[in-house]
């Protein structure tokens, strides 16, 4: 997949041209932003394909709305979205992957999870390591097909 000509490096808009001292950084924003989005939809479109969504290492701070969308006609089996900084699971992540048996949360930056996770009826090992709970998160006892759950790291003192 092929970026849009507006990121192209050898053009510049006409902000940088006029001098002011913001338009690179912003250009270098545009950029990145740009390189991301199409990481995440050529993973989306893997996905469609092998059932396992690898959203790994986008830098991401929140599984975008557009994932939902590009996958809904998907029923994943796995979703790793480890090395992000993510701080939460919206409820509705549970609802549109409902089927997920695999799920890598882990290297982000979340201390809890929605209890609307126990829905996950298929799910059968989780990873939440290095991230910054304080307790077991209750799923892990709720939810009726779990038999791994990786949570080294963390700051977990007791169960």
Do not use: W
């Not at 092929?2 to 924003?29: Q, T, V």
């Not at 919206?90 to 890598?104: C, M, Q």
């Not at 059968?124 to 910054?132: G, Y």
Request: glycine share 4%; with cysteine.
């Amino acid at each position: 997949m092929r970026p849009p000509a507006e990121y192209d490096n050898s053009r510049l808009p006409a902000e940088a041209e006029e001098g002011d001292p913001r338009a690179p950084a912003m250009m270098i924003c545009a950029r990145l932003a740009g390189r991301a989005i199409i990481r995440v939809v050529g993973r989306c479109e893997d996905a469609q394909e092998n059932r396992e969504l690898d959203l790994s290492e986008c830098q991401l701070m929140q599984v975008p709305d557009a994932v939902y969308h590009l996958m809904r006609h998907t029923e994943l089996k796995s979703c790793d979205l480890s090395g992000n900084v993510i701080t939460k699971i919206p409820p509705k992540f549970t609802v549109k992957f409902s089927l997920i048996t695999d799920l890598n949360l882990s290297n982000n930056q979340m201390g809890r999870l929605p209890d609307e996770m126990c829905t996950l009826a298929c799910l059968q090992r989780l990873d939440i390591s290095h991230n910054t709970f304080v307790a077991l998160p209750p799923i892990a006892f709720q939810c009726p097909s779990l038999h791994t759950l990786l949570a080294h790291h963390n700051q977990i003192i007791g169960t």
